[in-house]
């Protein structure tokens, strides 16, 4: 047990971790996910809280296996390798506002960094646009640990506290396979659309918890390989993310799926300021509460409450996000997109400045 951690540990690992994150997201999407989309934790959660009937945007509703599959592969990682512990306790209203505004980042952008990364593997520009956005929100993060910016330690618990979304997720994938569709139309799921275009449930369930599992022996980030590389120069999760570009621009090439250009992209918009500036916004977010979507659910696969708060925040920004006009579409931003991008970037700003500690 001990040699395996080593070598998940190692830089093998973590291009290895990498390298099967890209090319299982491009086999998902060849077999039924929406283009460039084959995992995004943003879209995804999006798609659940539409099946669930929080958002009434009949295009994007969907039970996406693949997010329950994240969370109950790291849940099996980590109780393997007895590295499963309940704790908590760290600002979780801070993190559920984190968040919510990174939700609200990514879905103007319309992609959380996985899907970034994987726009950019399939050809889409507009993903570079989005990266270099998310370099400079996650830019100011830095500048924001440097001063001293902390949301406290989070403290130890009993076992069953960390259940949460363990339990959640096998409740939702119950849902999916076996529940029955209530009288209220629960749970939806979209006729046409992203939310109507779906691979196999056992190759999404499949392919995602073993995305899940060597994410939780990685340690894999994409915002926490920029982080490190601003902060200390490491490299080495960095290097994770370069091995899922590499891997996914491979099986695309292969696969037929890569189609270089900005305009007519599938799921994208070409507004290049808002583009930048929601994945801004979603890169001071993901930094503030110390990782990517990703990260925070297999996280909360491990135990870790504060990181089951911050993707609760996620939820409730893409509910709200779709209710109330913010999400972007292939036209471009929603009419109030623009506004809450600028009061996210605000609500953090004055996060990562107040939350500093007192020298």
């Not at 009993?158 to 994938?173: D, F, I, R, Y």
């Amino acid at each position: 047990m001990d040699r395996v951690t080593r070598i998940f540990a190692s830089r093998w690992g973590i291009l290895l971790a990498g390298a099967v994150i890209g090319g299982i997201a491009a086999l998902l999407q060849w077999w039924g996910n929406p283009p460039n989309m084959g995992v995004c934790v943003a879209c995804m959660e999006r798609d659940i809280v539409g099946a669930l009937g929080f958002h009434r945007a009949e295009p994007v509703q969907y039970l996406r296996p693949e997010i329950m599959g994240l969370v109950l592969g790291a849940f099996a990682g980590a109780l393997f390798f007895r590295e499963f512990r309940g704790r908590g306790g760290s600002a979780p209203a801070v993190r559920f506002v984190l968040g919510f505004f990174a939700m609200t980042g990514a879905l103007v952008f319309l992609g959380c960094p996985w899907r970034m990364l994987l726009r950019i593997a399939g050809g889409d520009w507009n993903g570079l646009v989005g990266l270099c956005g998310i370099i400079a929100g996650i830019g100011v993060g830095t500048l924001f640990l440097r001063g001293g910016y902390t949301l406290g330690r989070s403290q130890k618990g009993p076992a069953t506290s960390g259940l949460l979304w363990p339990v959640l997720a096998t409740a939702l994938l119950a849902l999916l396979l076996v529940g029955p569709q209530l009288a209220t139309g629960v749970p939806f799921a979209s006729k046409q659309g992203p939310g109507s275009m779906h691979a196999p449930v056992w190759a999404s369930l499949a392919g995602a918890a073993l995305v899940g599992f060597l994410a939780q022996r990685s340690r894999f980030c994409t915002v926490g390989g920029i982080r490190d590389f601003l902060l200390i120069r490491d490299s080495h999760l960095l290097s994770g993310a370069a091995a899922l570009v590499v891997a996914a621009l491979a099986a695309n090439l292969i696969l037929g799926q890569f189609s270089p250009g900005f305009r007519g992209q599938p799921i994208a918009h070409s507004a290049h300021l808002w583009n930048f500036l929601g994945m801004a916004l979603s890169g001071l977010a993901f930094v503030l509460a110390g990782g990517c979507p990703g990260r925070q659910l297999i996280l909360a696969g491990e135990g870790d409450q504060d990181a089951g708060i911050f993707a609760l925040g996620m939820l409730s920004g893409a509910a709200f996000a779709h209710n109330f006009g913010v999400a972007s579409s292939p036209a471009g931003p929603g009419p109030w997109g623009p506004a809450a991008v600028l009061t996210g970037l605000a609500a953090c700003f004055g996060i990562g400045f107040f939350m500093r500690r007192k020298a």
